[in-house]
């Protein structure tokens, strides 16, 4: 089994940042893909940005504002949300794919209001 930790979310004022974090531990032969969904209110839960094997992808809507990054050493990844808007505002979920599976954290919130 893998369990994932996520930490780094909460409340936010227009263009300020937060920094996600998603620690994977457990029966981990190899971590492959890692990355950030979101999911807001009355909405699909969508892909935000993805890292795997150094080459990243991003939504349109966090092109230039949010970084992906990992520490392959601690099998964690991280979210960088900077200029961060109201519509920003959803629970967001770290992915990890695995040799056997992929796995979900349990969802932090971010809140961009003011």
């Known amino acids: 089994q893998v369990q994932l930790v996520e930490s780094g979310g909460g409340l936010v004022q227009p263009g300020g940042s937060l920094r996600l974090s998603c620690a994977a531990s457990g029966s981990i032969v190899r971590v492959n893909a890692m990355g950030w969904y979101r999911q807001a209110p009355g909405k699909e839960r969508e892909l935000v940005a993805s890292i795997t094997s150094g080459i990243t992808k991003y939504a349109d809507s966090a092109k230039g504002r949010f970084t992906i990054s990992r520490d392959n050493a601690k099998n964690t990844v991280y979210l960088q949300m900077n200029s961060l808007k109201p519509e920003d505002t959803a629970v967001y979920y770290c992915?990890?794919?695995?040799?056997?599976?992929?796995?979900w954290g349990q969802g932090t919130q971010v809140t961009v209001s003011s």
């Open positions: 992915n990890v794919g695995v040799v056997g599976g992929y796995y």
